[in-house]
Every structure is written in structure tokens, then in C-alpha cells.
């Protein structure tokens, strides 16, 4: 009897991981560090970074993920946000309180890194280092680095390619307890030179900041999103853009990860204004990613929706735990990886 009872739980629970994970190819990462940090450069190569100093490089569409060096002093960081350009260059981003926020970059293909910036605010918190879209033109030799307000202004550094990082130039203002997340490196979408917009948070918000250059404007402006709101844990998450008027944003609050209300926003006027999604994901979102085949997809720790009509609505896909998302890659706690299959967007 013992063996037909393991034999029908074995059963039970293979049928529940394939309902969980079925629009997901799970990846051997050969980690179990809690990953926050996924960038595809090309459908061959991306790269992954998390906890305890772990950064994680595959060559091959993820048949093999490699465990990087680790960067130097680096073993207790945080690393929840990472940039590549190739196989060799890469950026990755530590968060936590002052110098706990840090950049390194590696430029032959993660043998070895150098520090390359480190938060000089005591009471800082870097939450993101985005570079410009790949969908967008001329756009990926122009970087954002993203950190919570001091002295009420968001902390921004900007930056070309080879990183020559120019500090806190038209700082957005920001409105008392508003911050942005550093839950999966996407709390700041750049457009281009001078042109981002930021997601916030926090009992101050959600809103989403335009830029100067991008509002046309002395100082950045601010729009109140349909986002959930009222406390530390609720606001804007993420956002991306399939171009320069189309884009949405992600979020809810991730104490409540369960709760649908207010998990998702679009645009068709450039971030001027937002629309709550009508059919929402369903729970808390922390990633949201624009896919070339003309979806979105969205991911949080109750599991990764989809919408085909950009943002209004969003039908769910798996209810597994992930973090982060750079397409095709989702990448989630004790590290998991997984990577969408291609039927999933045709059907």
C-alpha cells in the first residue's frame, strides 16, 4: 500500500509541476540563490544574477548555465540587477543600504570584474542600471542608474556604454515616502539620451516620472497610474514600452501576492496618461517584458500572465514563483530559471 500511495502522490504531483510550469522550459542553473537579475542579449546568449554574489552566463539558449567569477568583495551582495551587451561585457548591479549598492563590470565574459561604481549616500539604495531598448532605435549605448530619493530627489547617474557615468543631472523630484523597487531591475525604462521614465511606489505613490527631455519640459513630470496604493509595499514595479506611445506598467502589492486590484496598467500616448487593465493578472506582478511576436508578458511570485492586445487585458500562464523576466528567461527563487516555450505566444 505504501508503494501505490507514493506511486498515486508522485502522480498527483508531477500532473500539478506540469500545470504549474508547463509554458516554461525549466533551466539547470546548478544554484539555488535567489535570482532577481535576467538579460537576454540574444536569443544564444543571456545572463542572470542574485544573492550571495551569484552571476550566472549561458552561450548557448540556457542548455548550460556557468556560474561567473564573483566579484571582487562581492560574495554577500545583492545583485538584482544586470546588463550585457555581448558574451564578454556585462554590467551587474548590487541593492541594499549605502555601499551595499554597487556596479561591476566584466569585459572578458566574467573571469573577472571591477568595480566600477559604488553608492556614495549613506542612506542610498540603488534599485536599477537599465540601458536603452533594443526595440527602440539608437538607444543602447545610453544608461540609467536608478536609487531611492535623498534629500527628495531620485537618485539618477547616466551613462554611455563604456561607462563614463555622469551623476544626478535633472534628478526627479519625488513626493514624500515615494520610492522605486529594485524587485527586478525594470523599475526604469530607457527610451533613449536623456529620455526615461521611472515607476514608483511606496505610500508616496505609484506614479510614473517622465524625464525632462522626454516631457518636454524644465523638470520631470509625474502621472498618478491606477496601480494598487497606500502603503510600502504597493505601486509601480515595472514598466517597458513596444515603442515610443505603447507601453504598460506592473505591479500591486507584494505583501498581497494573491490580490488582482490594481496589477496593471497601459498607455497609447507615451506615459502621459494610464488606463487600469480591465481583465488583470492575477496577483501581484514584479516584471513585465514586451515580446517581438506582439505580446506582453508579465511575472510575479504567484506566476507570469499574458496579454495580446497591449495591456488591456491578460489571461494567466503558469502560478510558479518568478521575479524577474528578459525574454525568452523568467528567473525566480532558489534559482530558478525558466524559458518560454515558442507555442505558448502562437496559441
Not at 278 to 292: D, E, K
Amino acid at each position: 500500500m505504501r508503494n501505490v500511495r507514493n506511486l498515486l502522490f508522485f502522480g498527483v504531483a508531477l500532473i500539478a509541476f506540469t500545470s504549474a510550469h508547463a509554458q516554461w522550459e525549466m533551466q539547470a542553473s546548478h544554484t539555488m540563490a535567489n535570482l532577481r537579475g535576467i538579460h537576454a542579449v540574444n536569443a544564444n546568449v543571456a545572463w542572470a544574477s542574485g544573492a550571495d554574489g551569484t552571476v550566472l552566463r549561458t552561450l548557448d539558449g540556457g542548455v548550460h548555465w556557468e556560474k561567473c567569477a564573483v566579484p571582487p568583495d562581492g560574495s554577500k551582495l545583492d545583485f538584482r540587477g544586470i546588463w550585457a551587451w555581448d558574451a564578454r561585457m556585462a554590467l551587474v548591479m548590487s541593492a541594499g543600504p549605502g555601499e551595499q549598492s554597487r556596479l561591476y563590470r566584466t569585459s572578458d565574459g566574467c573571469a573577472s570584474w571591477k568595480e566600477e561604481a559604488r553608492n556614495p549616500e549613506r542612506d542610498g539604495f540603488w534599485d536599477a542600471v537599465v540601458f536603452g531598448a533594443g526595440n527602440l532605435p539608437n538607444s543602447a549605448t545610453y544608461g540609467v542608474l536608478l536609487g531611492d530619493p535623498t534629500l527628495g530627489r531620485f537618485y539618477t547617474r547616466t551613462s554611455s556604454t563604456e561607462g563614463k557615468w555622469r551623476g544626478s543631472l535633472n534628478a526627479c523630484s519625488a513626493s514624500k515616502q515615494e520610492a522605486a523597487f529594485a524587485a527586478s531591475n525594470s523599475s526604469v525604462f530607457v527610451f533613449g539620451e536623456g529620455r526615461y521614465a521611472i515607476g514608483t511606489g511606496g505610500k508616496g505613490g505609484p506614479r510614473v516620472l517622465l524625464s525632462p527631455v522626454l516631457a518636454q519640459a524644465s523638470e520631470c513630470v509625474g502621472i498618478t497610474v491606477p496601480l494598487a496604493s497606500g502603503n510600502d509595499s504597493s505601486g509601480a514595479f515595472s514598466l517597458a514600452f513596444s515603442d515610443p506611445q505603447h507601453g504598460t506598467v506592473v505591479g500591486g502589492d507584494y505583501r498581497k501576492p494573491d490580490d488582482r486590484l490594481g496589477t496593471a496598467a497601459w498607455t497609447g500616448d507615451g506615459g502621459r496618461h494610464w488606463m487600469a487593465a480591465s481583465n488583470t493578472p492575477h496577483g501581484y506582478r514584479s516584471a513585465v517584458a514586451w515580446c517581438n511576436a506582439k505580446v506582453w508578458i508579465a511575472a510575479g511570485t504567484n506566476g507570469t500572465d499574458i496579454s495580446r492586445d497591449d495591456g488591456k487585458t491578460w489571461q494567466p500562464l503558469d502560478n510558479g514563483n518568478w521575479n524577474a523576466l528578459s525574454l525568452p528567461y523568467v528567473v525566480g527563487p532558489k534559482g530558478r530559471i525558466g524559458k518560454l516555450r515558442a507555442d505558448t505566444i502562437r496559441h
